[in-house]
């Protein structure tokens, strides 16, 4: 009966190791546990590596790396309500009386979202290069440091508020070295890239006292994907 039972309920899975879980459902607890934390793993270690790119480069994840993200994330809750539902077996009064049908069928559930797991954890081996993509970006990402002190924020956020009143034409940030001018024109700068602003484009060029002004034109012009 227990052949026929399984028979009906995996189609894959050997007869042996889905009734194994039937006297032992935390084995079947432990394998989603495991499945579950390498997941989280790898999905961190892409967050990050997508986050240096950003920073780095202003690259974009790719659509496949997107999608990989959006099926983790669905694979998880999948395993963490499996999760639940061994327990809420488990505690059935204590454990007194099992049943063997219900378990089988989770088991099976349970080793369906763990073969779907692994091929998700085999599919993030992402070749390099396959990870992001330069995206049509308004500008690029700088690296930046925090924000130290309530001037600087203040000064931050009087400077945003200039930036969106069409009056403004220029806003010079000035003061002596070592302040915190140049983060605070980077933080900026990243900020008008992240939010939905009007300007179309945000361009970082250099410019020291005795800058040239041809060069400058033509730095200008080169941030801005413009032929001079």
Not at 136 to 161: S, Y
Request: proline share 3%; glycine share 6%.
């Amino acid at each position: 009966m227990v052949q026929c039972l399984c028979g009906h309920c995996c189609s894959s899975e050997s007869i042996s190791e889905q009734c194994s879980y039937l006297k032992k459902p935390q084995a079947l607890l432990q394998v989603l546990e495991d499945k579950l934390k390498l997941l989280i793993a790898r999905e961190a270690d892409v967050r990050i590596n997508l986050r240096s790119e950003k920073i780095k480069q202003g690259m974009n994840p790719t659509a496949e790396v997107t999608l990989w993200l959006d099926n983790a994330q669905k694979i998880k809750a999948k395993l963490v309500s499996l999760e639940g539902e061994i327990e809420e077996s488990e505690s059935f009064l204590c454990g007194c009386f099992p049943n063997y049908y219900y378990r089988l069928k989770l088991g099976n559930k349970v080793s369906k979202k763990v073969r779907e797991a692994g091929k998700l954890l085999d599919q993030s081996n992402f070749p390099g290069g396959s990870l992001v993509s330069m995206a049509p970006e308004k500008g690029k990402v700088l690296p930046t440091t925090t924000l130290v002190g309530e001037t600087a924020r203040r000064i931050l956020q009087t400077t945003q508020e200039y930036l969106v009143d069409p009056n403004t034409e220029i806003i010079g940030i000035y003061g002596m070295g070592g302040v915190g001018k140049t983060t605070i024109v980077k933080e900026i700068n990243n900020k008008l890239l992240s939010a939905d602003t009007h300007f179309d484009d945000v361009i970082w060029v250099t410019a020291s006292k005795d800058s040239d002004l041809e060069k400058l034109r033509k730095d200008i012009c080169k941030s801005n994907r413009v032929e001079f």
